[in-house]
Nanobody
Framework: QVQLVESGGGLVQPGGSLRLSCAASGRFTNINAMGWYRQAPGKQRELVATITSGGSSNYADSVKGRFTIARDNAKNTVYLQMDSLKPEDTAVYYC?????????????????WGQGTQVTVSS
């Protein structure tokens, strides 16, 4: 089984910062991309940022220059540093990994999601 445990969400004032973490556990043989997505009330889930196993990152235009994604391959953990937060960043943030997992002696590549962590930006 694969488990993703997210932490770091909360309430912050506009202009503030938060750091999200997501630790992945399971019988991985390889974790490819890791990333963060978010879903605001009444809206579809959208990509925030992704990072490859080699460290190449990609960001949504709305967060470029404010958010930074990083990963620690030794700990199977991905981080999202969020600075200069705006009210429109309010959403549930979900961790996602693209990984190859050993299941019943078979290697299976799949997409795995965390349970989500709430980020609220409000004065």
């Amino acid at each position: 089984q694969v488990q993703l445990v997210e932490s770091g969400g909360g309430l912050v004032q506009p202009g503030g910062s938060l750091r999200l973490s997501c630790a992945a556990s399971g019988r991985f043989t390889n974790i490819n991309a890791m990333g963060w997505y978010r879903q605001a009330p009444g809206k579809q889930r959208e990509l925030v940022a992704t990072i490859t196993s080699g460290g190449s990152s990609n960001y949504a235009d709305s967060v470029k220059g404010r958010f930074t994604i990083a990963r620690d391959n030794a700990k199977n953990t991905v981080y999202l540093q969020m600075d200069s937060l705006k009210p429109e960043d309010t959403a549930v943030y979900y961790c996602n990994i693209d990984a190859v997992v050993l299941v019943a002696a078979t290697f299976r590549r799949g997409d795995y999601w965390g349970q989500g962590t709430q980020v609220t930006v409000s004065s």
